[in-house]
């Protein structure tokens, strides 16, 4: 079982090797972002530990290329004590587990072996319109090779969206997928978010139809 460490504090990441390797797994180090993004896309890990401060570049982008570029690998995060935020994010960027520094060796690989057992999750396909893409299991989307950061609710437009490429979908269902069935609110609020979400995807992404609602572009605008 091979493992990548991904962390800058040496200490931390020596000690990590030494106990990793007495626990027989093969174990990397790389000691900045840079260095850790470029193993992890060069070899099929087992497993990859993940701090998130990196000189470079740093964890949550890293956990990001590697998910947008279909690598796999299951991570694990180390996150900062408390920083709740971090632990979301985490999860968000498409890291598998996370654990809170300080942390002890027997949890570290108890979860290690845990990750590596259930191995690389099987993903729902990406949905994809020219080069412009968005993965329902990791809730991200990109244009090219450039993550695009979005709402939920954004992201539930951008998604329906994304499901019927080259079709007219009106504001109603609209309203009804990405809010709710019995939403009652004001139905203008299908126009700021496509407002919004043009800003973020490109104008040309997504069309008016005057009086029939809207269209994303099949190849993506
Ligand atoms: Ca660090």
């Known amino acids: 079982m091979r493992v990548l460490v991904v962390e800058d504090e040496r200490r931390l990441a020596s000690g990590l090797r030494t106990g990793l390797e007495a626990d027989g797994f093969a174990v990397d180090v790389a000691l900045d972002g840079t260095d850790g993004l ?14 998130i401060m990196l000189p470079g570049v740093d964890g949550h982008r890293i956990c990001a290329t590697l998910r947008a570029e279909s690598v796999w690998s299951p991570i694990l995060m180390l996150t900062a004590r408390d920083a709740e935020r971090d632990e979301i994010r985490a999860l968000d960027a498409g890291a598998d587990d996370y654990l809170t520094k300080p ?19 099987e993903r729902p396909p990406t949905l994809t319109a020219g080069d412009l893409r968005l993965d329902p299991a990791t809730h991200q989307a990109w244009r090219g090779p450039n993550p695009i950061m ?52 490109g104008r040309s992404a997504i069309e008016t139809l005057r009086g029939a609602g809207y269209r994303l572009a099949a190849d993506g605008g």
Do not use: Q
């Open 150 to 201: 979005l709402t939920a609710r954004e992201f539930a437009l951008l998604e329906f969206l994304l499901r019927r490429p080259g079709e007219a979908v009106s504001k109603r269902e609209i309203l009804a997928h990405v809010w709710d069935f019995d939403f009652e609110g004001d139905p203008n609020i299908v126009e700021v978010y496509v407002r919004r979400l043009r800003a973020k995807v």
């Open 103 to 121: 942390f002890s060796h027997a949890v570290l690989v108890a979860r290690l072996r845990a990750l590596m057992r259930r191995g690389a999750p």
């Open 38 to 51: 470029w193993l992890a896309r060069e070899n099929p890990y087992d497993a990859i530990v993940l701090d």
